[in-house]
């Protein structure tokens, strides 16, 4: 990795991530970012999905959440890596796709959604597997309910397809994201998410 | 001067880099962006209409906040030693250090009071995604969670339980108004 994983957190949190003292707006990074609790953000999604039928209508509502994450990874990150942030700390050192993966990581990072441990990125694949340990969703569930029958990390999710978007694709939703083993199922702390390119039906686009 | 309260909270913040965990007050945080949380509102009142999208994020932001302010103001002498409106005003403060935006209290009244925010983070999103994607100009308000944090803020300020405090926003500047409006109720 060029991308120095160790210096961007450190140099992140040195900006100072609280709210402005006179707007309360807390704008870095060339966003709006604001500090949620976990409980909020994780019990949202799980009401909505309960809201909306259970598991009957499970499938839809996930859906509904994954999209939203996808389109919020786009905004968010192409909104953080035309920053003034971005292009002091991190630009300088991107010469690939995968070095842009990185600075994506490292940022990533530092939100405490979790952490990415690992990835791999296969460009002449059009896929990315990435490791997240500690995802947010995953304590939140085991305390609640014991271990998942289904993968629960939707924003992980959208997240996925949303960087392969950026890093690959030219608009938003040209790839998917997947869970395809989550803490909350295994009782573990890893979860394990995988993005390609989705395929075009009938050969049209 | 600085506020007790919110050096105190300050003072809480903890991180470990190893696992990207933020805690706030002994509680988890996570830091995400407007367009997150304006998205998902929008994914939510597409699917379950503008009325019950914002009774579950008024609702789940409101139960979250007011336990942390209760286990918050447990453990604050400040806080405890502080008159209604001393803690209204602490409690908004840390509504700003969380990144929610700025609240003033104004036209307080017995049981009646107007909150009013020019940079509810919200709203501010919403403007952008005006802006950069072509959201049209609401008809109605879309602060939902700032309407639960005052309603915690309130609850945890006068030691009443949520159902005895109702907010509602009238007026929003995704509506076109130049400040988000909140009418709070105490009964």
């Given at each position: 990795?060029?991308?120095?994983?160790?210096?961007?957190?450190e140099?992140?949190?040195?900006?100072?991530?609280?709210?402005?003292?006179?707007?309360?707006?807390?704008?870095?990074?060339?966003?709006?970012?604001?500090?949620?609790?976990?409980?909020?953000?994780?019990?949202?999604?799980?009401?909505?999905?309960?809201?909306?039928?259970?598991?009957?209508?499970r499938?839809?509502?996930?859906k509904?959440?994954?999209?939203?994450?996808?389109?919020?990874?786009?905004?968010?990150?192409?909104?953080?890596?035309?920053?003034?942030?971005?292009?002091?700390?991190?630009?300088?050192?991107?010469?690939?796709?995968?070095?842009?993966?990185?600075?994506?990581?490292?940022?990533?990072?530092?939100?405490?959604?979790?952490?990415?441990s690992?990835?791999?990125?296969?460009?002449?694949?059009?896929?990315?597997?990435?490791?997240?340990?500690?995802?947010?969703?995953?304590?939140?569930?085991?305390?609640?309910?014991?271990?998942?029958?289904?993968?629960?990390?939707?924003?992980?999710?959208?997240?996925?397809g949303?960087?392969?978007?950026?890093?690959?694709?030219?608009?938003?939703?040209?790839?998917?994201?997947?869970?395809?083993?989550?803490?909350?199922?295994?009782?573990?702390?890893?979860?394990?998410?995988?993005?390609?390119?989705?395929?075009?039906?009938?050969?049209?686009? | 001067?600085?506020?007790?309260?919110?050096?105190?909270?300050?003072?809480?913040?903890?991180?470990?880099?190893?696992?990207?965990?933020?805690?706030?007050?002994?509680?988890?945080?996570?830091?995400?962006?407007?367009?997150?949380?304006?998205?998902?509102?929008?994914?939510?009142?597409?699917?379950?209409?503008?009325?019950?999208?914002?009774?579950?994020?008024?609702?789940?932001?409101?139960?979250?906040?007011?336990?942390?302010?209760?286990?918050?103001?447990?453990?604050?002498?400040?806080?405890?030693a502080?008159?209604?409106?001393?803690?209204?005003?602490?409690?908004?403060?840390?509504?700003?250090?969380?990144?929610?935006?700025a609240?003033?209290?104004?036209?307080?009244?017995g049981?009646?009071?107007?909150?009013?925010?020019?940079?509810?983070?919200?709203?501010?999103?919403?403007?952008?995604?005006?802006q950069?994607?072509?959201?049209?100009?609401?008809?109605?308000?879309?602060?939902?969670?700032?309407?639960?944090?005052?309603?915690?803020?309130?609850?945890?300020?006068?030691?009443?339980?949520?159902?005895?405090?109702?907010?509602?926003?009238?007026?929003?500047?995704?509506?076109?108004?130049?400040?988000?409006?909140?009418?709070?109720?105490?009964?």
């Amino acid at each position: 990795m060029v991308v120095n994983q160790q210096e961007i957190p450190e140099a992140f949190l040195s900006l100072g991530l609280y709210g402005d003292e006179q707007t309360g707006l807390l704008r870095r990074f060339g966003v709006i970012l604001n500090n949620s609790q976990v409980s909020f953000l994780v019990g949202r999604e799980l009401e909505f999905i309960r809201q909306m039928g259970g598991e009957s209508a499970r499938s839809v509502s996930e859906k509904v959440l994954i999209d939203a994450a996808q389109w919020c990874a786009n905004a968010t990150f192409s909104g953080i890596m035309a920053s003034p942030e971005w292009a002091q700390m991190i630009e300088p050192t991107i010469k690939s796709v995968q070095d842009r993966m990185d600075g994506l990581v490292a940022i990533t990072n530092c939100l405490g959604w979790g952490k990415i441990s690992s990835y791999k990125l296969d460009e002449a694949k059009q896929e990315l597997e990435f490791t997240v340990d500690y995802s947010y969703y995953v304590d939140y569930w085991l305390k609640r309910y014991g271990k998942s029958n289904y993968p629960i990390c939707y924003m992980w999710t959208g997240v996925a397809g949303g960087y392969m978007d950026l890093l690959l694709g030219s608009k938003v939703n040209e790839f998917t994201g997947e869970e395809v083993s989550c803490g909350a199922q295994t009782g573990g702390n890893q979860c394990v998410f995988r993005a390609k390119r989705l395929k075009k039906k009938f050969g049209l686009s | 001067m600085a506020n007790p309260m919110i050096e105190k909270l300050k003072a809480s913040i903890a991180v470990d880099a190893a696992r990207s965990w933020i805690s706030v007050g002994g509680e988890e945080f996570a830091y995400h962006c407007d367009k997150f949380n304006t998205r998902i509102i929008k994914g939510l009142e597409d699917v379950l209409g503008p009325a019950k999208a914002r009774e579950l994020i008024m609702r789940t932001a409101s139960q979250n906040l007011l336990e942390m302010f209760k286990s918050f103001a447990a453990s604050t002498p400040e806080f405890q030693a502080a008159d209604t409106a001393e803690k209204l005003t602490g409690l908004t403060e840390c509504l700003k250090l969380l990144g929610f935006g700025a609240v003033a209290l104004d036209k307080m009244d017995g049981s009646s009071t107007q909150a009013r925010s020019t940079t509810s983070y919200l709203a501010e999103g919403y403007l952008e995604n005006m802006q950069r994607w072509g959201w049209p100009v609401r008809k109605a308000p879309f602060c939902y969670d700032l309407e639960g944090y005052l309603q915690a803020a309130f609850a945890a300020a006068t030691g009443k339980d949520l159902a005895s405090i109702s907010v509602t926003e009238t007026q929003c500047r995704t509506a076109g108004a130049d400040s988000c409006i909140f009418e709070v109720e105490v009964k």
